[in-house]
Nanobody
């Protein structure tokens, strides 16, 4: 079993920045990918950014140029630097990891953008 623990959410003004962190622990055989998804009230959960085992990155079009995903050398911690936050960015942000072909979710961290 693998556990994912997120941190770093909170309240920020429009145009501000936040950095989310996610650490995986447990039985990690191989890291296929880690990433971030978000879900706003009344909307489906959708991809924000992901980074694959080989280092390739993929971003949702709405965050390209504003958000950046990175990871540590162990590939079991992933970060999301969010800059120029907009009113449409608030949501619960979930960390996702695919390890040994199985997917896991964190519990989510709330991001609020408000003046």
């Amino acid at each position: 079993q693998v556990q994912l623990v997120e941190s770093g959410g909170g309240l920020v003004q429009p145009g501000g920045s936040l950095r989310l962190s996610c650490a995986a622990s447990g039985r990690i055989s191989s890291v296929n990918a880690m990433g971030w998804y978000r879900q706003a009230p009344g909307k489906q959960r959708g991809l924000v950014a992901e980074i694959f085992g080989g280092g390739e990155r993929n971003y949702a079009g709405s965050v390209k140029g504003r958000f950046a995903i990175s990871r540590d050398n162990t590939k079991t911690a992933v970060y999301l630097q969010m800059n120029s936050l907009k009113p449409e960015d608030p949501a619960v942000y979930y960390c996702n990891g695919v390890f040994g072909g199985r997917g896991y979710w964190g519990q989510g961290t709330q991001v609020t953008v408000s003046s």
